[in-house]
């Protein structure tokens, strides 16, 4: 899995690379960035329909390029972490926490010099997974290994260019690959997210 994000992570710094080299800095919307905000994420699909599932609000930041394909077109990289998971309204107030480096690489379509609307595929590769509740006043906390390592899925969403190269956006994560590893439990990550970026 290291390896894999290692990977990930390189192709993306050399996307980085490439548009430094193409990049005229007097253009305010292409070029490196940073980005993070909140997450509001559950589990998804036809098996947690079933279960008391509620949003987890968890949060991202990392890096990103937006490099130009065209006048409205754009190519935007980035390597991010994440944290997901959801809460179960039972007794234990039971909670997953589940920690990924999320790596997307959407095709932005720029409607207008700010409103730009965005979609393309993610990996995710999980780095920590542990259940936590609370039992008679006291907290419990574990690690589980009983977590999927890699989580393949989607990403769309709707952004806004402000002055001063600060952006924000609205995405969501559709995730399709299986939470849980060894199951044939139709149990997916799902979740918005709400973010602030700063490109330069």
């Known amino acids: ?12 710094l050399f996307a980085f690379e490439i548009n430094a080299q193409n990049y ?23 098996d947690a329909s079933n279960n008391d599932y509620d949003n987890r609000v968890g949060f991202h930041g990392g890096l990103y390029a937006n490099m130009f394909l065209g006048s409205r077109i754009a190519l935007e990289p980035g390597v991010y972490y994440s944290i997901k998971g959801t809460q179960n309204d039972d007794f234990a107030n039971s909670r997953a926490i589940l920690n990924y480096v999320d790596v997307p690489l959407l095709l932005r379509l ?10 393309g ?3 995710s590769f999980l780095t920590g997974s542990r259940f936590e ?11 589980t290994d009983a977590i999927t390592k890699t989580d393949l899925g989607f990403v769309v969403g709707i952004g806004y260019n402000l002055p001063k190269g600060l952006n924000i956006q609205g995405s969501y994560d559709y995730g ?14 799902r979740g918005f997210k709400l973010s602030l970026g700063y490109i330069y």
């Open 24 to 46: 005229d800095r007097n253009d305010a919307i292409g070029g490196f960035g940073i980005r993070g905000g909140a997450n509001f994420f559950n589990f998804g699909g036809s």
């Open 121 to 123: 595929p993610q990996a």
């Open 133 to 143: 509740g609370d039992f008679f006043g006291s907290s419990f906390s574990y690690e």
């Open 176 to 189: 399709t690959s299986p939470v849980f590893k060894d199951s044939d439990a139709a149990i997916y990550n």
């Open 1 to 12: 899995m290291k390896k894999s994000i290692l990977l990930f992570a390189v192709l993306a």
């Open 110 to 119: 720029y409607l207008s010099d700010g409103l730009n609307v965005f979609g």
